[in-house]
């Protein structure tokens, strides 16, 4: 009982800990930026190619600071 007690707190913990970051992939590697509200929405990202343009239509990755992030895997 003390493994399923201690597992759920630990799965627990990287559930939380993943809620509150977007994951974002990018054309050569995989970026994390934290989230302004700890939601499941946009958690995991393709800014693969064309795709980059549609992030900066999304208002929560605007706050969270997308365009840093696309600019710094631009240069």
Do not use: S
């Not at 939380?16 to 989230?35: M, P, R, S």
């Not at 990755?61 to 992030?69: F, Q």
């Amino acid at each position: 009982m003390k493994h399923i007690a201690v597992l759920l707190i630990i799965f627990g913990a990287i559930a939380y800990g993943i809620l509150n970051y977007h994951f974002i992939l990018l054309d050569k590697n995989i970026k994390a930026l934290k989230k302004t509200n700890m939601t499941i929405e946009y958690t995991f990202l393709d800014a693969r190619g064309a795709g980059k343009a549609k992030l900066f239509l999304i208002p929560p990755l605007l706050k969270a600071g997308i365009k840093d992030i696309l600019r710094k895997a631009g240069e």
